[in-house]
């Protein structure tokens, strides 16, 4: 089992920043990748961003240029900078790891970005 705690949402302005932080324990070992989606009101939840065991990334077109993942392998967690928000970026973003064929979610953090 991998359990998954993420902090950081909020409420921010448009054009301001935030960064998101997920923290994997558990049975770490041989997570392929973990990853951020989010799921906005009436909306299907959706990939943001992920990152491999090798640090290769992937974004979806929509914040490319504006958001950033990492990771801390020494703290197991992984970072998303969040730069130049949009209303549009408003939703429950959640943290994914993924081992093996188990997917491993973490509770959501709510992000607003409202002036």
């Known amino acids: 089992q991998v359990q998954l705690v993420e902090s950081g949402g909020g409420l921010v302005q448009p054009g301001g920043s935030l960064r998101l932080s997920c923290q994997a324990s558990?049975?770490?070992?041989?997570?392929?990748?973990m990853g951020w989606y989010r799921q906005a009101p009436g909306k299907q939840r959706e990939l943001v961003a992920h990152?491999?065991?090798?640090?290769?990334?992937n974004y979806a077109d929509s914040v490319k240029g504006r958001f950033t993942i990492s990771r801390d392998t020494v703290k197991n967690t992984v970072h998303l900078q969040m730069n130049s928000l949009k209303p549009e970026d408003t939703a429950v973003y959640y943290c994914?790891?993924?081992?093996?064929?188990?997917?491993?979610w973490g509770q959501g953090t709510q992000v607003t970005v409202s002036s």
């Open positions: 994914k790891a993924a081992k093996g064929g188990d997917d491993y």
């Open positions: 558990g049975s770490i070992l041989y997570i392929n990748f």
């Open positions: 990152i491999t065991s090798i640090g290769s990334t």
